[in-house]
């Protein structure tokens, strides 16, 4: 029997203790129940190498429907959140020249994110802070379906961000705890 690695232990806990818990993402808990999420731990830690591993995870989602969108976890090589960012950007333009525009899209979680324009310190930066930095790959007709069945789906951002500001929040004090790296 094998040892999961403690990044994708800790990327578990911080999607049901926070994401789904608080309902940052209103369409997790439903996927994390059908067990349709998977969570890759990339072996990469170079941004050659992460590019790569982005394609072997679209192409997996490809052959699998059943999996509704994957977390894949970059433990190595993109601390840095500039670092990070050269990678989401990377990985963005290499998404579109493959095809899969329209089929696939990236979300992006770092444990030090920070929206642009926005201090370092805001608790809305929460919403987007993870205990390992990843890029979240979703399929498009998945989203778009639960968006069409969402009462609000533009209002989930700024509800999520005065959540995350409330002086006491439970749901920041969830996410901070969640992204403390053992």
Not at 13 to 22: L, M, P, R
Not at 98 to 123: K, M, N, R, W
Not at 125 to 138: F, K
Not at 164 to 171: I, T, V
Request: aromatic share 8%; glycine share 4%.
């Amino acid at each position: 029997m094998s040892i999961e690695p403690s990044s994708l232990r800790q990327t578990r806990a911080w999607v049901e203790s926070f994401v789904v818990a608080h309902d940052i993402c209103p369409f997790a808990g439903r996927e994390m129940r059908r067990d349709a999420i998977r969570y890759a731990v990339a072996e990469a830690s170079d941004l050659e190498g992460l590019l790569h591993e982005l394609v072997a995870e679209c192409r997996h989602l490809d052959a699998h429907a059943d999996i509704a969108t994957t977390l894949l976890i970059a433990p190595a090589g993109m601390d840095d959140f500039d670092v990070y960012l050269d990678w989401l950007e990377l990985a963005e333009r290499l998404m579109e020249a493959l095809g899969y525009v329209g089929i696939y899209q990236l979300a992006s979680f770092h444990p030090d994110y920070v929206f642009e324009g926005v201090e370092a310190t805001d608790p809305a930066n929460a919403t987007n802070r993870s205990p390992w930095p990843m890029l979240h790959i979703l399929r498009e007709a998945e989203l778009e379906r639960a968006i069409a069945n969402h009462a609000d789906p533009e209002g989930i951002p700024e509800r999520n961000m005065a959540r995350l500001r409330e002086p006491g929040s439970a749901a920041l004090a969830a996410g901070l705890a969640a992204c403390r790296v053992e």
